[in-house]
């Protein structure tokens, strides 16, 4: 069937060697599904879900590594719905593979505009809720003036789309340690930002070291809830929220 020659290509290319194939059909399902309810045809539509024909997932072997990949089908020339906040386009993983160490036991790769699936998200949530969009916007609008900073224009804009992901062993042994790579296209701004929201809700910016690259993460003052925080979530979720806020 062509759904699943095109699957099949993208699962496994030239040169992989398939050791595991898993592959389903969708596209009878979400036709029947259509047919016997209008209502779900409409909400099928407005969603993207209408459009994917197959999901597919195969681990194979390429240059001695074990490698492993998973596909939405959805062939359609204009993608609707959620498609677009997921698919943004093929990533260069060999590329990225390089920047990772040479003793690293898993790497990923994934290619994903924040900025643009912000923007999607939005634009989807109008379609099926215009009164909803605009309370959405309002609410997001609040959040950046209590944090001073633009989630859209200061955080999500200055990154990259490029993602890639490895783990190690560190020396001496232990747990694997994982790290995320995004690429930034402003630092200046990304920093500025994430020192800005740190600060509105209590977080610590850490930085260190790994394999000579400069990271800096939060850092959760979890001691600021005592010594068993998931007690007080079970008695007031909010709490937790209210305490690292406050």
Partial sequence: APDFQAVRAK???RGHVPVALAYLSLAGAIERAVQRDPGAAKGLYQ???RDVRAIGFAATIHDGKLATAAIVHA??????GVLPILAHGPVDAAALARLAPADSVAFWAARLDLGAAYDRTLALIDARDARGGQDVR???AELGQGAKTSLRQDLLGALGSSWMGFSTVP?????????IGIPVKDEGKVDAALRTLAESIGFEVRELSIHGARVRY????LGRLGQDPFKAMERDPKAIVRNVIG
């Fill in 11 to 13: 699962l496994a290319p």
């Fill in 47 to 49: 969603t993207g879900i």
């Fill in 75 to 80: 062939p359609s020339q204009e993608r609707r």
């Fill in 138 to 140: 309002a609410k997001i």
């Fill in 171 to 179: 020396e001496g042994g232990g747990p694997p340690l994982s790290m």
């Fill in 218 to 221: 939060l850092r959760t003052p």
